[in-house]
């Protein structure tokens, strides 16, 4: 069994990062009846013996003692990660897996990464370090940031470059929130694309999410709370958007219901990794299977079901709809409707009790409506997992390498050049030590053939399709 | 002579598990509908093939455990030492932690190399237990990363560590819409090397057995574990004791030798294709009757007509002599050799005449030699009369080639390539596994 370590930067990245945590507990918790300390436990949590204090051994074996996640926390300001300190959490973290400041990066990539980055690499790799050496055998950094500020943004994706220098075999998925368009803060396209670029060149897998899609999401379901249409009672802890508390909903910041969206996505994507099933799919099966060509590693994700009805057996019909639901835009993470556009490899990593048929069924049935590229007709990758998610009996993650994250990145580069052309702002940028004109003019360069390679496999949409001739061998 | 068996990967532990469970549950069931001499005589043998008595209370499975994550292992384990009849030594798996991705080079080049002494080791301590080794059967799927990878590293060791054992591999063939996206690259991956270091490849394909689930036994909501045990019903078909031709009156002590020989007489055509009726539901076995010359109808049919089950059977199809023009028909099923196993009541009077027609093989050998057959009064697994074949023709000649397609429309593309010179392996070996495998399509398409 392997473990994951969780690297959340910035206030968007540690609010997700905190729900995650919650929710990671709440799974285990209504899985693990016997409070042992399993592999499941063991891939996120370490088991610390804190009767002599906060510096105990691990055990790894027997009774739980004290759980403590396998996270790194890191934000320029003290006001985010001091919040979770103080808060229901505050056993889960210790403080040697802090990193903090105090004036935060002004929302500026360059601060947070150039400056920051240089002041505190050393400490965060001696963190990360110790974070590995907990680990048996470690598999994946999952790193949770923003894309529009200073700190997730800027120090975020320098962490992402420190990974791929000091630890190069371990993966690195990035969850990304990207800024919408009516983001408050101006400079958001500048920080986005430089961001870009990075992730381009050194994350294995980014999961890109935006704040306008989790908002529908959230919406959709306070309306069907709200309208009644639904005969019985909605299982509170089914919600995808609910807290592990359930006596929390008043307490809830405005962004928990989005950031357990984001924290559900994550779970699911490591659940055939912790879990049983009777078709395993492992991390490094995502990434091999999911990303043709080195740098078109960007998956559109979608969650279905949003929630469960608390009284009912599972008809065929219900599963069939959660596999339809799956492919419709308004389960989908960011602004973005597969359907209509080119994919290029499918996931679908499918909890609970599920059985092959259903699979093959709803492959079957769906297909005829999706758009594969020509060389992977038949591309989909198949998980089955035997534990569903809480509050559920079955759920779904589909997982797309898809052009329809083309218009997000079209928009961006949109707006980047909107600013860039006028130089609005630039000098808050260039004023910092290792800054140039270049930066820019690279990283909109790097995200231009990005989009480029997603024009071309676009433009074999519609083309007759030629199969290479095979090999003649001679008699 | 006892037969080891390898298993491979989460597939082929899955498939391993079910596969010793049914051979066990076949050898303590009572209907052997047999003489009580005949049914002992069975059972000793089932068991000196298949298990180990030590000192434990229940037969030990001969086998070895592989694979790169633990969860499956620890599953089937457990699973076998819950049923208590049988159980695997606690001392003949090998894991590792983290997975082989779906990806053959990792599995090949990677886990294989790495951790050969292991594996080697565990393998040989198996083999010295048994008293006289009759051969290895390796089980694995050739769509992921551990049996295919590092099953066709393992198959080679093996080869080079038992140069004049017998080594059967049986191959889990995915889902033609899926399972891995890069299943059509490892298959190719795989299939090319096993054809160098194993003695044959015995195939079954998801997509079949998953129709026989659906349309003959019935079952609504299909899992994996209903497809492997089918497929562990059909392996047990063939490789539980029998008494070949010339074998005297005891049971085959050979089988794995006796199936290369009958099956495999020339090293190009090494695919082997498996059928089994009937198939139906436990629960409908009590109001059913068979008659011998019903099922060799049926089965000489299937085989002729390349179905895939007895349903659907074309009854249309018929071997070239039957037909005034002289271009061979279409959809007719050559074979290079055939072997068929009847197993039940009154087997030793049951007219194979049928299966001995010249037209149904090509000329290179005497059909009394391309033909063979293995019996026991001795029924199997409840079934009061069965019937297998196992088929080296063009059985599996169709399917070949549209994996082989898929594979080189992505590779073409240069899609997913970046993922295998990772760790190794480049276009240059890609090409000469498609080479290799273009060939085996060239000979069984001009059979």
Known sequence: MTQSVVVQVGQCGNQVGCRFWDLALREHAAVNKKGIYDEALSSFFRNVDTRSGNNGPDIYKGKICSLKARALLIDMEEGVVNEILQGPLKDVFDSKQLITDVSGSGNNWAVGHKIYGCQYRENIVEKLRKTAEHCDCLQCFFIIHSMGGGTGSGLGTFVLNLLEEEFPEVYRFVTSVYPSGEDDVITSPYNSVLAMKELNEHADCVLPIENESLLEIVNKIHQMINSGKLGSTVKQNSLVTSSAGSAKTLQEKPFDAMNNIVANLLLNLTSSARFEGSLNMDLNEISMNLVPFPRLHYLVSSLTPLYTLADVNVPSRRLDQMFSDAFSRDHQLIQADPKHSLYLACALLVRGNVQVSDLRRNIERLKPSLHFVSWNQEGWKTGLCSVPPVGHSHSLLALANNTCVKPTFIELKDRFMKLYKKKAHLHHYLQIDGMEQSCFSEAVSSLSDLIEEYNELDATKCGPRIDPSRLKIAI | ?447
């Open chain 2, 1 to 447: 002579m006892s037969i080891v068996t390898v298993q491979l990967g989460q597939c082929g532990n899955q498939i391993g598990q079910e596969v010793f469970s049914a051979l066990c549950s076949d050898i303590r069931g009572t209907h052997g509908l047999c003489s009580k001499k005949e049914n002992g005589s069975y059972q000793d043998s089932c068991k000196e093939r298949f298990f180990c008595e030590e000192e434990s209370a229940v037969p030990v499975a001969r086998a070895v455990l592989v694979d790169m994550e633990p969860k499956v292992i620890s599953q089937t384990l457990s699973m076998a030492a819950r049923s208590g009849h049988w159980k695997y030594s606690s001392h003949s798996h090998f894991c590792q932690k983290q997975g082989s991705g779906n990806n053959w080079a990792n599995g090949y080049s990677v886990h294989g190399p790495r951790h050969k002494e292991a594996i080697m080791n565990l393998v040989q301590k198996e083999a010295e237990k048994c008293d006289r080794l009759g051969g290895f059967f390796t089980i694995m799927s050739m769509a992921g990363g551990t049996g295919s990878g590092l099953g066709a590293f393992v198959t080679q060791c093996l080869r080079d560590a038992f140069p004049t054992s017998f080594i059967l591999n049986h191959v889990v063939w995915p889902y033609g819409t899926g399972e891995v996206i890069v299943q059509n690259y490892n298959s190719v991956l795989t299939l090319s090397h096993l054809y160098h270091s194993s003695d044959a490849l015995l195939v079954h394909e998801n997509d079949v057995i998953h129709k026989i689930c659906a349309q003959l036994m019935n079952i609504k909501q299909i899992s994996f574990r209903d497809v492997n045990q089918v497929i562990a019903h059909q392996l047990g078909s063939v490789f539980q004791p029998t008494h070949t031709a010339g074998g005297g009156s005891g049971y085959s002590r050979n089988p794995l030798g006796e199936l290369m020989e009958s099956l495999v007489p020339h090293p190009e055509f090494r695919m082997l294709g498996l059928r089994n009726i009937p198939q139906m539901p436990e629960s409908s076995l009590p109001y059913s009757t068979f008659s011998w010359p019903g099922l060799i109808k049926h089965l000489r049919q299937m085989l002729i007509a390349n179905a895939q089950m007895e349903e659907g059977i074309d009854w249309q199809v018929r071997p070239p002599s039957s037909i005034p023009s002289t271009n061979k028909p279409l959809h007719f099923n050559t074979s290079i050799a055939n072997l068929v196993i009847l197993r039940g009541k009154d087997v030793h009077g049951v007219d194979l005449g049928s299966f001995q027609d010249p037209s149904l093989y090509t000329s290179w050998l005497n059909p009394q030699d391309a033909f063979n057959a293995w019996k026991t009064p001795r029924a199997f697994n409840k079934y009061e009369k069965s019937a297998a074949l196992v088929s080296n023709s063009q059985f599996l000649l169709k399917p070949l080639d549209s994996i082989v397609g898929k594979a080189w429309n992505m590779f073409a593309s240069k899609a997913y390539l970046h993922q295998y010179a990772k760790f190794g392996i480049q276009e240059e070996d890609f090409l000469d596994c498609f080479t290799t495998l273009e060939q085996v399509i060239s000979s069984y398409t001009n059979l």
